[in-house]
T-cell receptor, first 112, second 113 residues
């Protein structure tokens, strides 16, 4: 069952902040975040393991609320290079080797 | 350089003509998987493999086959392609399943006419 991402799309001006959400109906073991440019392979951003850990990487950070089975990706002071489609991928606690189930993606457009 | 290599990058074929998309990784990863990507649907898992000779169905396995005879290779086989299999395909690998970064190949854009 695919996690649900919101919003589906967002348009920002350079320098503005964005939040992308990912929620699951299943108990999660981990949440992964990837960014994909059009026609290219998804590129890994970060993983969050259950435990409510927050991670950061330059101006991009993420949190994982284990109780709500939700994760949020925070992009601060957005740059033109942040444009692309963001996917969350989830692994659920009882899933064994099922691997990642991805959401449908959030299209992020950064305008100058 | 650590990488996942898919071939071909682009393929146009006719309905019913068997084809194979190859995937190879040079990182000694145990876990490999195939995804298809369609507009508005995100990445959906087709098949995955935990190790050599161990494969299992993902969410959309119908019309596809895989094999894992060697650790580094995980080919995707379409025995009788149909137009609804026109899609962008990605192979991915990780050291093992569970909480580790997945490395993606560059993708194969398949068109079945």
């Amino acid at each position: 069952q695919q996690p649900v991402q919101s919003p589906q799309a967002v348009i920002l001006r350079e320098g503005e902040d964005a939040v992308i959400n990912c929620s699951s109906s299943k108990a999660l073991y981990s949440v992964h975040w990837y960014r994909q440019k059009h026609g290219e392979a998804p590129v890994f951003l970060m993983i969050l393991l259950k435990g409510g850990e927050q991670k950061g990487h330059e101006k991009i950070s993420a949190s994982f609320n284990e109780k709500k089975q939700q994760s949020s990706l925070y992009l601060t002071a957005s740059q033109l290079s942040y444009s692309g489609t963001y996917f969350c991928g989830t692994e659920w606690s009882g899933g064994g080797a099922d691997g990642l189930t991805f959401g449908k993606g959030t299209h992020l457009i950064i305008q100058p | 350089e650590a990488q996942v290599t898919q071939n071909p990058r682009y393929l146009i074929t006719v309905t019913g003509k068997k084809l194979t998309v190859t995937c190879s990784q040079n990182m000694n990863h145990e876990y490999m998987s195939w995804y298809r990507q369609d507009p508005g649907l995100g990445l959906r898992q087709i098949y995955y493999s935990m190790n050599v000779e161990v494969t299992d169905k993902g969410d959309v396995p119908e019309g596809y086959k895989v094999s894992r005879k060697e650790k580094r290779n995980f080919p995707l086989i379409l025995e009788s392609p149909s137009p609804n299999q026109t899609s962008l395909y990605f192979c991915a690998s990780s050291l093992h399943s569970g909480g580790l970064e997945a490395f993606f190949g560059q993708g194969t854009r398949l068109t079945v006419v």
